[in-house]
């Protein structure tokens, strides 16, 4: 409000000032504009109302654990909008509108539980702004450190589901790093980035600016956490096509080899995964074999990180003799 208030000084119109700011995504209505800039104007009733109960929402949703403040999903946090409607109205605000409601758990971020039939990793972004693709399913590489494509699978345990996302490196199929999760949280794959970009470092051959980081459109992806820490870096981000079944075939190519040669035998783990810790055993074994004993038919029966060595090597100055 201040800044329009400074532009109206310097002579121009409420209306332009307000679609450049929208432009630029602050959207500000005029008639939000003049209704603050009236003094003594009465909070609407609806304002009112709509605070009372999100204020209601967020304390059935979360309890606070008074030992340490922290906060915890409660069972009437799982519901959808007409039983929170109804739990609402038994308990607390008898004459709360299915409106006030839905627009509460909208700006808590509370969906409801679905019983879907299978699990969904991958949530495109619900504005659709994204990156372009980089690739089009082109997944080769004229070096390391050149693309980097990522993506997540999920293992079931005995505790719940656990989530693995790996970063390889299409030049040598090397993975370059990975991380386990419990949770599909942005930190999911904030977390090998940040491994991978040490990694590289550590090993002397740091990630270059302008290294392509591609995935799928899930919302992890699309962030603006994780966006922003690209350009802070110098990555150019690539996500593939929604609806292209190769868009991010090499990195199912790498989740499948992970399911079949990890996962669902006992070579790298014994038994059932009954917790995180024992995925994470398994899948560090795993990575290690794949990186450096595992033979590659696409990299002439190498393995990746033999075939990055030789690249390294041939790029070494040797003298001749005379």
Known sequence: MGFVDQMRAQGYAVEPILTVLGDQGVKVAARTYRAWTQTGRAVATRTVTDAVVMDTVRDIAWRTNERDGSR?????????????????????????????????????????????????????AKDGKRAGDLLDRDFTAPSPNHTWVTDFTYVRTWAGWTYVAFIVDCYSQKIVSWHASTTKHVDLVMTPLRIALWQRDREGHPAPAGLIHHSDAGSQYTSVRLTEHLALEGIRPSIGSVGDAYAGALMESINGLYKAECIRTTIFSAGPYKTISEVEFATAAWVEWYNNRRL????????PTEYESAHYAALTEQFQPA
């Open 72 to 124: 915890k999903m409660t069972p009437e946090g799982l519901y959808g909008r007409w039983k929170m409607v109804a739990y609402v109205r038994r308990h607390h605000l008898p004459h709360a509108s299915f409106g006030a409601v839905d627009r509460a758990m909208t700006a808590l971020g509370l969906a409801g539980v679905r019983r879907d039939k299978g699990l969904r990793t991958t949530v495109p």
């Open 296 to 303: 590659h038919s696409t990299l002439g029966m190498l393995t």
